[in-house]
Structures are given as C-alpha cells and as structure tokens.
C-alpha cells in the first residue's frame, strides 16, 4: 500500500543519513588524526631545519618595514672604523656635511656605547624608489683650513678608515665592482667590507671621497610581487610598497667642475678632489628590483664561504680527533688501571690476613695516599675564588652560546648581544658564590668573609681595572670606543648592584649546606712525597696539557679573533657550540689523566694541579694570538698593539678559568669515586 512504501521510503532515508553521518564522522575523525600527524611532522621538520643548514632563515626580534614609494628611508651615520688601528672615531670629526641643526645622537644600549657604535642623523634624501644622480649634499670652501681637517689628515696618514652608514638597519657595504660567476651568467656583486674609505693618501697629497653611489636592493610587496611571482609585465606605480633587501655603496673622489655637479657620472677623463680649496660633495641613488625574501638580506654578511666552511669543519674534526684520542686514554689507562689496581690490592690484602695480621702491604700505588688525599690545598681562598669565578663565567658562556643557536642574537639588534652577556655575568653572581663557598666550606676554611668578597670583586676588579685604563687611553686619543659615562656608571650599577648582592646570597646558602664528609679519614701527620720522575713533574704536565688543548682550539681562536679584529660578522655559533662541549670533554679528560698519573706517584696534593693544568691554556692561546695578529694584521700603533693585547688577555684568562673549573670538578669527582672503593681500615 502507498503507506508502506512511505514508511519504507522513511526507513531507507534514516538509514542512508545514518550512514552518512557516520562516514562523515569518521572522516572528521580520520581528518583530525592526520591533522595531529602533520602538526608533529611539522615540530620535527622545524627542529631539523632549526639544527640543520640552511639558506635563508628568520631572525627572531626584527620586523621588517615596508617602505611606500616616494617615502623618505633615513641614512643614519655611525662612526670611522679602520682594521688596522681598531680606533673608532665619531663620524662628523672630519669636515663633512653636517645637518643644519647639527648631528643628532640617538639612544644606545650598553653594548653599543662599550663598542663605540653611536649612530647620527645624515643629510642624505633618499626617497623610497627614486632614483638620484649627482644630488649636491654641500659645499665646504677652504678644505684645508677646515678645524676638523687635521684629524682628517691624520686619520689618512694612518690609512683604512672608513665612513659607516646604516639604512634600514643594514649596514652599508663597500661595493668594488662585479663580477660574472664561472657558468651561471649571473652577476655577484664584488665587496671589500663595511663602509667607505674617506680618501686616500698618495705621497704627500691627500684625495677626499666626495662622491658615493648608493644601490638598494629592495623586494617589492603586494601586487608588484604576484607581478614578478607570476612574470607579468607592469610598471610599478605610486602605491607600490616594498622592503629593502641590500644596500651597497660606491666611492670615487672627482674634482667637480660643474657647480650643480653634473659632471660626477663620468667615468674617464675626471681628476681626483685634493683635500684643499672647495670640495663639493655630492651623491647618487640607484634602486634596483631583486626577488631575495626578506628573510635573506643577511645571507651575504653571514653566510661563510666553501673555504671557510670547510676549514671550520676540519677544524671540528680536529678537536673531535683530539677528544677521542683523550677518551681512549682515559679507557684504557685510567679505567682498567683502576680495576687492575682494586683487584691487585683486594688480592694483598687476602693474602695478609691468611698471614694472620700481617702490615698491609701498600708500599706504591694511588691507595697508599688514601689518608691524605682530602686533606685541604695550600691558599684555599684563591682556589675557591677561582673556582667560583670560573662557574659563573662557564655558565655565561653556555647561556649565551646556547641562545645565539636560535637566532635570538640578530646582527640587526645592535650591541644586544654584549649587552645580554654583562646581564647574565651580573645574574650568575649567585653560582659564583655558591660555588665558592661550598668548595670552601669543604675545604674547612675559616676565612670564610674573605672568599665571599673576594670572589665577588676580585677577578671582576682586575677586569674593570684593566678597562678603565683602556678606556682612558681611547678617550685621551679622542675615539668614540671611549665609554662614556652613562655606560661606566651602568656597568658599576650592574656590578654592585646586582652581581654583588647575589654572590653574597649564593655564598649564604653555600655555608649553609651539609658539610660532605671525604671517603677516607686525613692523618693528622702529612704523608711525605717522594720525588718523582721528570716526565710526571708539574713543568712537562703542563706544557703537555696546554699543548693538547691549545691543538684542538688554534683553528677557530685564530678564525674567529681575525675576524672580529677585520670588523667582520661572525655567526658561527653551531660551530662554536660543538667546539665548546668538545672543550669541556677534553678538560675533564686532561685533568683525570694529570691527577691519576701523580695519585700514582704519591702525591696527593690533586687539587691545584686539577685546576691548573686545564687552565693553562690560556697561556698559548694569549701569545700565540697576540702574536699572530700583530704579524698578520695590516698596520696599527703602539696604542692598537697594546688594546690588542689587553683585549686578548681578557679573552685568554677567561678561557682559562672556565678550563680550570672545568677541570678541577671532574678530578675532585673522580677522585671521591675512586676512593669510595677503597676499604676502610
């Protein structure tokens, strides 16, 4: 009947939307699990690009800032820089054009004002996609008598200085020419470093640089960029907005003949400007159009070329080598020794008590010393300030060197990096003193004030004194490396205020921790030590130690010091991380094998020899590094050598108390383990 088939017409709809719900759902269902799948694909992708190489990358902070046509992009002036002196100088301290309302300053942070980046307001116009030829900046008359000309003159007879300017946040690079890569057909532009040479110095006449030429690489946005996504024709309009990607500089001195300076693109047939009489001075624009993202506008500052990748990779090969090398050792001499020396001394003492009470006989070895090897070292103040002074600098470097991994210490963020590395060094004050004072109360110190204060301002004391003297000799030559101020009293604020109070905190809770109690008792009387052959004397150990470890490290210490000594960029943190952990193997490694082989001899007295060794690295790489930039490096004055000096100094000794620290904690533990085996009588 028809109502029936309506009741079935019903039923078989019901079930047909049932089941449609039901795949439905379990569509949705298979849609979400796949969903979660990508999301953790997508985690691990992220995490092997983050860890991998790469060609372009993000950095974490910087925004870009996309510029509309017809916009004024600001040319900011920073500072006089020369490789070879390393004496920075305010950028307006030669005659130059100045702004009418004259150069203003803008805020630093404390890394800038430490590295003497301050940056200026320019008279440079540079409107957003216009093009410039010949534009006249100004005119100075009577070069030569000038106020500012004698330092001019002096800063050409020291040769390499160059004019820096900042546009956009990038730093403004030297362009030299261009050149055509071997099969690709592609031009790559030729560059010589940051900035502009002012003028050259040929015998006695002096040229001045009065005309550049800027090229910006910009990458258009919005309907411009599907134009050139999708190769479409099109003239780029008022409205376009786009990102600037590279900026380059030109240089050439020309003696302008015509007073608008039209005459400035000529090629042949110019003479040079001699730095007397009316010097005009004058510029021009040329913005060209590149498909690079923006993401890549440092790939050409920070990527290292095929040469220096492969000397850093084998120089990581090297330090690995050395590493495992060390590991073997360890292995083989230390860790079967050790058991060989348990089970030999189990097997005498068997025997002496089938002898019924016979004299153990421990006449050699490492065990005999087991009732003074925990008595306390000579000078443990000294030992527990280093040692807590070394914490907190290991601590600094790992922080630091860990976050550059993620990119959070851009280039672009100026002087963030030096300044975040003072933060740190003031927060870890609190390892410092903790580390101190537990050292020293198991020392069973009395001098218990004494070490807190000490660890809290003598090394940084022998620092900031060092500095400050540095920082007389640069503001007596008139630099802006000189700090001002502002910068010394953020610096003491930071010391005292912060670094201080939380050494005493951490040397607080230091004192107040259970004492540990040594393995083995300590006589009352000192054990006598023998004389020991040469090769296990603390003159060869040491030169050993520093040897082994100088080798796995000259490669980069040389790579990165000329570098940051040229003013270049170094990003080479995963490189820099890798060698740090390798480091700290070696370290440990190096002060095991010292410690074992002198136990061995019966000298008990580890602790200053687990520091030293490790530490004693800091004397090769402190002369050799000195020596080879002094010898490599272009030019420079006695006040250049002696900053040099200085600078590696610093640089060395903190490497060596990071090595010391390092290296005395992995002794003192494997010394407490090794002595934990021993039976008690």
Not at 324 to 335: E, G, H, K, M, N
Not at 385 to 390: E, Q, R, S, V, Y
Not at 421 to 443: E, M, P, Q, R
Not at 602 to 615: G, T
């Amino acid at each position: 009947s028809g109502e029936e088939r309506a009741h079935v017409l019903r039923l078989r709809s019901t079930k047909r939307r049932t089941i449609e719900r039901q795949e439905m759902e379990g569509r949705r269902r298979k849609d979400s699990k796949d969903a979660r799948r990508c999301d953790r694909w997508a985690v691990v992708v992220a995490l092997v690009l983050l860890v991998g190489p790469s060609t372009s990358f993000y950095l974490p902070g910087i925004h870009p800032v996309d510029w509309k046509a017809g916009e004024r992009v600001p040319v900011r002036a920073a500072k006089l820089s020369s490789s070879a002196t390393h004496i920075p100088y305010d950028f307006y301290s030669i005659p130059f054009c100045e702004p009418e309302d004259g150069p203003q300053t803008f805020a630093q942070n404390l890394g800038e004002a430490l590295s003497g980046d301050a940056l200026h307001n320019s008279e440079y116009n540079l409107p957003f996609l216009e093009n410039q030829t010949c534009t006249v900046l100004c005119t100075i008359d009577n070069f030569e008598q000038h106020p500012k000309f004698r330092r001019f003159r002096a800063l050409l007879k020291e040769d390499q200085y160059r004019a820096n300017l900042r546009m956009d946040n990038m730093p403004a690079v030297h362009l030299v020419g261009a050149t055509t890569t071997d099969g690709s057909g592609e031009e790559v532009m030729v560059q010589d470093g940051r900035g502009f040479p002012i003028g050259i110095k040929y015998r006695k006449q002096y040229f001045v640089t009065n005309h550049i030429t800027f090229w910006i690489a910009y990458h258009p946005k919005g309907r411009a960029e599907s134009m050139i996504e999708m190769n479409l024709p099109g003239e780029m309009t008022d409205d376009v907005t786009g990102r600037i990607i590279y900026v380059y500089v030109s240089s050439k001195s020309i003696q302008h003949n015509d007073p608008k300076g039209g005459d400035c693109m000529n090629e042949e047939g110019y003479q040079a400007q001699e730095a007397k009489g009316k010097v005009t001075f004058t510029y021009s624009v040329r913005w060209y159009q590149t498909d690079q993202p923006w993401s890549t506008r440092w790939d050409h500052l920070l990527a290292l070329d095929k040469q220096e990748t492969e000397m850093n990779w084998a120089s990581i090969i090297n330090s690995l080598a050395v590493a495992l090398c060390l590991s073997f050792v360890v292995a083989l001499i230390v860790i079967r020794a050790v058991k060989r020396d348990f089970a030999r001394y189990a097997a005498e003492e068997l025997d002496d008590e089938l002898d019924f009470g016979a004299d153990i006989n421990m006449s050699t070895g490492w065990k005999v010393v087991a009732q003074d090897v925990f008595r306390p070292p000579q000078h443990p103040e000294m030992l527990s300030i280093l040692c807590g002074t070394g914490s907190q600098l290991f601590w600094v470097l790992v922080l630091v060197v860990t976050i550059s991994l993620f990119g959070f210490f851009s280039p672009s963020n100026r002087g963030v990096l030096l300044s975040s590395s003072f933060v740190f060094f003031s927060i870890f004050g609190y390892s410092a003193g903790h580390c101190a004072s537990s050292l020293y109360k198991k020392f069973k110190g009395l001098n218990r004030k004494t070490v807190i204060f000490g660890t809290a301002f003598l090394i940084p004391s022998v620092y900031f004194g060092q500095f400050f003297i540095m920082n007389l000799s640069l503001w007596h030559a008139g630099s802006t490396g000189a700090v001002p101020f502002s910068a010394m009293f953020t610096l003491c604020l930071l010391w005292f205020g912060i670094s201080a109070p939380l050494t005493f905190l951490g040397g607080y809770f230091g004192f107040r921790e259970e004492e540990e109690v040594p393995p083995c008792k300590v006589n009352q009387i000192p054990r006598q030590i023998p004389d020991k052959p040469w090769y296990i004397q603390d003159w060869f150990l040491l030169v050993c130690s520093s040897s082994v470890l100088f080798s796995m490290l000259f490669v980069h210490v040389f790579y990165i010091t000329s570098k940051i000594w040229l003013q270049e960029f170094v990003y080479i943190f995963g490189f820099i991380m890798v060698l740090l952990l390798l480091f700290t193997v070696c370290c440990a490694e190096v002060a095991i094998i010292t410690v074992y082989l002198t136990l061995c001899a019966e000298d008990y007295k580890f602790h200053w020899r687990a520091w030293s060794m490790p530490a004693s690295v800091a004397v090769p790489v402190y002369f050799f590094t000195t020596l080879y930039l002094m010898n490599s490096m272009p030019g420079g004055t006695t006040l250049t050598h002696w900053l040099l000096m200085n600078y590696m100094f610093i640089a060395s000794s903190v490497l060596g108390l990071v090595g010391g620290l390092i290296g005395f904690e992995s002794a003192s533990l494997f010394v407490t383990k090794i002595y934990e085996g021993v039976k008690k009588d």
